[in-house]
């Protein structure tokens, strides 16, 4: 991939080509926004226009045809690249990226075109089950349709961040690769929320519980887990551990809920701790 992006940084018409072809094949819209990403990083917004444009054409036509996964996670992908660029914070560009992703949920960015009323008597239909555990749910005063419609725009916006967020990662190791080797692994390395990021974010988390705002709550928590993420990565980075420990910690990030508690807790402290710098610097 890194060959790709050598060859699409040669000018603007190659990254625009790469960037128009990867968006208009089915799952492949994500190298078409690391792309636009890419391109945005090293030479800005301005300059990088005719790349986004290309990026977004296709996006936003899987967006007519009722997916609007491709054109959400380049506009984000884009958006925290324009942040991270100017002021060189990861920590900001995924509070941006996630307050955009927040404001996406909430206006319903993400509701599926279907009749949501009649997908769930369809699910009543097929499983006895759940059909019963709706029942308990109007029982119990709960809007079946709302809590659908909240749950299938909160988890596509999740999907949508952090797949922005994989391409912005993707893109920034593409500009270190490029220009700058090893560079990438020591940002990445040190990668940790300031004081003031971290009261924004708890701000943030109780004004969506406070003010019904569910989209907060569902976004809110990733650039906490995104600082633990490199934490881990900057203790084995700095510690000379093999490689195996990131493969057994990423099993269970993805396999167990608990360790994602682990991961925003530890990074919450990190905060105040500064563990990576008690430990010295990498080996």
């Given at each position: 991939?890194?060959?790709?992006?050598?060859?699409?940084?040669?000018?603007?018409?190659?990254?625009?080509?790469?960037?128009?072809?990867?968006?208009?094949?089915?799952?492949?819209?994500?190298?078409?926004?690391?792309?636009?990403?890419?391109?945005?990083?090293?030479?800005?917004?301005?300059?990088?226009?005719?790349?986004?444009?290309?990026?977004?054409?296709?996006?936003?036509?899987?967006?007519?045809?009722?997916?609007?996964?491709?054109?959400?996670?380049?506009?984000?992908?884009?958006?925290?690249?324009?942040?991270?660029?100017?002021?060189?914070?990861?920590?900001?560009?995924?509070?941006?990226?996630?307050l955009a992703g927040?404001?996406?949920i909430q206006l319903?960015?993400?509701?599926?075109?279907?009749?949501?009323?009649?997908?769930?008597?369809?699910?009543?239909?097929?499983?006895?089950?759940?059909?019963?555990?709706?029942?308990?749910?109007?029982?119990?005063?709960?809007?079946?349709?709302?809590?659908?419609?909240?749950?299938?725009?909160?988890?596509?916006?999740?999907?949508?961040?952090?797949?922005?967020?994989?391409?912005?990662?993707?893109?920034?190791?593409?500009?270190?690769?490029?220009?700058?080797?090893?560079?990438?692994?020591?940002?990445?390395?040190?990668?940790?929320?300031?004081?003031?990021?971290?009261?924004?974010?708890?701000?943030?988390?109780?004004?969506?519980?406070?003010?019904?705002?569910?989209?907060?709550?569902m976004l809110a928590?990733?650039?906490?887990?995104?600082?633990?993420?490199?934490?881990?990565?900057?203790?084995?980075?700095?510690?000379?551990?093999?490689?195996?420990?990131?493969?057994?910690?990423?099993?269970?990030?993805?396999?167990?809920?608990?360790?994602?508690?682990?991961?925003?807790?530890?990074?919450?402290?990190?905060?105040?701790?500064?563990?990576?710098?008690?430990?010295?610097?990498?080996?």
């Open positions: 991939m890194l060959a790709i992006a050598r060859w699409a940084m040669k000018g603007a018409p190659q990254a625009a080509l790469v960037a128009l072809l990867a968006s208009a094949i089915p799952w492949l819209f994500w190298f078409g926004s690391a792309i636009a990403a890419l391109v945005t990083l090293r030479r800005g917004m301005s300059s990088g226009l005719p790349v986004i444009a290309a990026a977004a054409i296709p996006a936003g036509w899987w967006w007519t045809q009722g997916d609007p996964i491709p054109l959400a996670t380049t506009l984000l992908a884009i958006l925290m690249a324009i942040v991270l660029r100017s002021r060189m914070r990861w920590g900001e560009a995924l509070i941006v990226g996630a927040a404001v996406m319903g960015v993400f509701l599926p075109r279907a009749d949501t009323a009649m997908l769930l008597e369809e699910l009543r239909q097929s499983s006895t089950e759940l059909s019963a555990f709706l029942d308990d749910l109007a029982a119990s005063g709960v809007d079946a349709k709302t809590l659908a419609e909240l749950l299938i725009s909160g988890v596509t916006g999740l999907v949508v961040m952090l797949a922005a967020v994989a391409c912005l990662v993707l893109a920034r190791s593409w500009q270190a690769g490029l220009y700058n080797p090893g560079g990438f692994r020591e940002e990445f390395h040190a990668l940790r929320l300031s004081i003031r990021e971290l009261v924004f974010l708890v701000v943030l988390l109780v004004a969506g519980a406070v003010l019904g705002l569910p989209g907060l709550g928590w990733i650039p906490l887990l995104m600082a633990g993420i490199g934490l881990i990565h900057g203790v084995v980075g700095r510690k000379g551990m093999n490689g195996l420990w990131l493969v057994a910690f990423y099993v269970l990030l993805i396999t167990t809920w608990p360790m994602i508690l682990i991961v925003l807790v530890v990074a919450m402290i990190d905060t105040f701790a500064d563990f990576r710098r008690r430990l010295g610097h990498d080996n």
